[in-house]
């Protein structure tokens, strides 16, 4: 079946260094995927989109990767700040499908 | 510069009860969804809309059904409200069907059934 997955595991860093985060999708080719931000208690908001002939996005401190052989996004913040501490969610669409399917999405926390 | 609204921030329901929940979009989209979240599982895809009165199961639609009778407002239902349906529910709207742009998500509704 088609799966999109991220470490469920936190991720915590201090401010200043750089935050990795990896998601990895099985049994399916999309062309694009996107990241979001979700914060405690509200909805996810949009970050990124990276199409699958894209190997790089940039947006300011963000970064996302797209390895079509890994079948793997990588998502980095650079110069973390504790305003950065969130979850971020990976998603795209699966193969026959109309709606984006999420990963569990990885917790961030930035620590001064 | 709201663009989904869903009506209630939280809620509290008794078992058994007949639940709405109401997503307003004021982006002229075609497609949109309502999700379930619950810790260690993500997002899960209840139900979609691509159309005005046109609807589709997601992954988990057992005890909801929904409604579309406008192009900028979708409602959840719950037929008979049950504990196992606490949980955050979150609509979402996009331009295109497909992962191509983005989904605009509401804030969220708290729902916790008694």
């Known amino acids: 079946s088609q799966k999109i997955e991220q470490n469920s595991e936190a991720l915590n860093i201090q401010e200043g260094k750089t935050a990795t985060l990896t998601c990895n999708y099985t049994?399916?080719?999309?062309?694009?995927l996107q990241w979001y931000r979700q914060d405690p208690g509200r909805g996810p908001v949009f970050l990124l989109l990276?199409?699958?002939?894209?190997k790089e996005k940039r947006k300011e401190r963000l970064k996302v990767t797209f390895d079509t052989t890994l079948k793997q996004s990588l998502f980095h913040i650079t110069a973390s700040q504790p305003a950065d501490s969130a979850t971020y969610l990976c998603a795209s669409r699966g193969t026959g499908r109309r709606a984006l399917t999420f990963g569990s999405g990885t917790r961030l926390q930035v620590q001064p | 510069d709201v663009k989904v609204t869903q009506s209630s921030r939280y809620l509290v329901k008794r078992t058994g009860e007949k639940v709405f929940l109401e997503c307003v979009q004021d982006m002229d989209h075609e497609n949109m969804f309502w999700y379930r979240q619950d810790p260690g599982l993500g997002l899960r895809l209840i139900y979609f809309?691509?159309?005005?009165?046109?609807?589709e199961k997601g992954d988990i639609p057992e005890g909801y059904s929904v409604s579309r009778e406008k192009k900028e407002r979708f409602s959840l239902i719950l037929e008979s409200a049950s504990t196992n349906q606490t949980s955050m529910y979150l609509c979402a709207s996009t331009l295109t069907p497909g992962g191509g742009t983005e989904a605009f998500f509401g804030q969220g509704t708290r729902l916790t059934v008694v």
């Open positions: 990276i199409r699958e002939n894209e």
């Open positions: 809309s691509y159309d005005v009165k046109m609807k």
């Open positions: 049994n399916y080719s999309p062309a694009y």
